[in-house]
C-alpha cells in the first residue's frame, strides 16, 4: 500500500465489514435486552445500520470502486466481548447495564473511524463520499447521545456493594476505636 487513495479504500472496505458485522450483532443486542426502549433503540440502530452499510457501497461507486469487504478486526473484538459476557450468565439487569456500555463503545470506535474517513475523503476532494460519511457519522454521534442517555437511567444493582461498603466501613471504625483505646 503506497498512496492515499489505497489506504482511503482499505480504511473503507474495514467500515464496510464493521458495519456488516453490526448488523448481527444488534440484532442479538436487541433479543437479549430486557428493557422494551432498550430493545426499541437496538432495533432502530439495526436499521439504521443496514443503511450505513448501503452508504458505504455508494461511497465505493462514487469514486468508481468495487464494494469489497475488509476485516474490520477493532469490532470484531468488541462483539466478541458481549459474547463472552454473555458466558457469564449475567443477570436480566447486568445485561443491559453492559449492553449500553458495549454499545457507546462501538459508537465511539465509529465516529472516530469516520471523522479520519471524511478527513481523508476532503483531503482527495471527494465531495459525494464526504457527504455520505457524514451522514454515517451523524447517526453513529446520535446512537452514542441516545446509548449515554440510557447509561444515566439504566443502574446495575447495588445491594451486593453497598453490603462491602457498610462491613467495610464498620470494620474501619473499630479499628480506629481500638487504635484510640490504645492510645488513652
Ligand atoms: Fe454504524
Do not use: W
Not at 461511497?59 to 468495487?66: G, K, Y
Amino acid at each position: 500500500m503506497q498512496t492515499a487513495h489505497e489506504f482511503f479504500i482499505h480504511e473503507l472496505k474495514d467500515m464496510l465489514d464493521a458495519e456488516q458485522q453490526l448488523v448481527k450483532a444488534l440484532g442479538e443486542q436487541e433479543s437479549i435486552s430486557n428493557r422494551p426502549e432498550l430493545k426499541k433503540a437496538f432495533g432502530e440502530h439495526r436499521r439504521q445500520t443496514e443503511q450505513q452499510a448501503e452508504r458505504l457501497r455508494r461511497v465505493f461507486e462514487s469514486i468508481e470502486e468495487s464494494a469489497d469487504e475488509g476485516e474490520c478486526s477493532g469490532i470484531r473484538g468488541l462483539v466478541e466481548e458481549v459474547h463472552n459476557f454473555m458466558e457469564e450468565d449475567p443477570s436480566p439487569d447486568l445485561i443491559d447495564v453492559f449492553n449500553v456500555g458495549a454499545a457507546k463503545k462501538v459508537e465511539a470506535y465509529e465516529a472516530i473511524a469516520y471523522k479520519s474517513l471524511i478527513e481523508l475523503a476532503q483531503d482527495m476532494g471527494h465531495r459525494k463520499a464526504v457527504q455520505l460519511l457524514r451522514q454515517n457519522l451523524r447517526e453513529e454521534e446520535q446512537t452514542f447521545k441516545k446509548m449515554d442517555g440510557f447509561s444515566k437511567k439504566i443502574k446495575p444493582e447495588r445491594s451486593g456493594m453497598e453490603e462491602e461498603e457498610e462491613v467495610s466501613a464498620r470494620s474501619r471504625s473499630r479499628r480506629s476505636r481500638s487504635r484510640s483505646r490504645r492510645a488513652a
